[in-house]
């Protein structure tokens, strides 16, 4: 009963250096989401996948790629990480049309 | 303006107490709501959708005011498991996405 899955949990990088944060989802969704969040922010939409094979940008993209390998898996790609990219980010996944979104436990991002 | 906007407290309040929070939306072609509960360093967890007028689910009530575009949660004999911060967001009209405000700490204290 695994729900959404990320991966790592937490991680700390150097300023310029590349990772990739992971999310599975085994609820059969469609839709996928990253958010970051970050104090007094709320959380804000990075990128989503409405379906396997489409993707689309965000509220604040600028910084980040991403990719649905399948159906189950979608990552976020940040390429030269700035400190300004330190937040938590949360993975979601939806059926698709319907607002009820289910999270990932999230990654704690620091970027030194 | 703020696509999604609420007050971010703290609201403090004795257990047993009433407590109501508000959200305002901006966009007026928006057709469904929801509000999540968020634990200190957790993800976030679906507490109640509002699609209409309102909805109640034990101790708590949704409603949706269209003319003022706003929506409110109302927490009735509040107990100490009720502190978290609550979060609500706009579905809009785009397929499955949300737009969130920032959130709303509530404390109960003893």
């Known amino acids: 009963n695994a729900g959404v899955t990320q991966t790592p949990k937490f991680q700390v990088l150097k300023t310029g250096q590349s990772m990739t944060l992971q999310c599975a989802q085994d609820?059969?969704?469609?839709?996928m989401y990253w958010y970051r969040q970050d104090p007094g922010m709320g959380l804000r939409l990075i990128y989503y996948?409405?379906?396997?094979?489409?993707?689309d940008k965000g509220e604040v993209p600028n910084g980040y790629n991403v990719s649905r390998l399948n159906k189950r898996e979608f990552s976020l790609r940040l390429e030269s990480a700035a400190p300004s990219q330190t937040s938590v980010y949360f993975c979601?996944?939806?059926?698709?049309?319907?607002?009820?979104?289910?999270f990932g436990d999230g990654t704690r991002l620091s970027i030194l | 303006r703020k696509e999604v906007e609420q007050d971010p407290g703290p609201f403090n309040v004795p257990e047993g107490a009433t407590v109501a929070f508000n959200c305002t939306y901006s966009?007026?072609?928006?057709?469904?709501f929801f509000w999540y509960r968020q634990d200190c360093r957790k993800e976030p967890k679906l507490l109640m959708s509002?699609?209409?007028s309102g909805n109640e689910d034990g101790r708590f009530t949704a409603q949706l005011n269209r003319a003022s575009q706003y929506i409110s949660l109302l927490i009735r004999d509040s107990k100490l498991s009720d502190s978290a911060t609550y979060l609500c967001?706009?579905?809009?009209?785009?397929?499955?996405?949300?737009?969130f405000g920032q959130g709303t700490i509530l404390t109960v204290h003893p």
């Open positions: 609820m059969n969704h469609n839709s």
């Open positions: 966009n007026s072609a928006s057709q469904s």
């Open positions: 509002v699609y209409s």
């Open positions: 967001a706009d579905g809009g009209t785009s397929y499955g996405k949300l737009t």
């Open positions: 996948s409405a379906s396997e094979g489409t993707t």
């Open positions: 979601a996944s939806s059926e698709g049309g319907v607002g009820t979104q289910h």
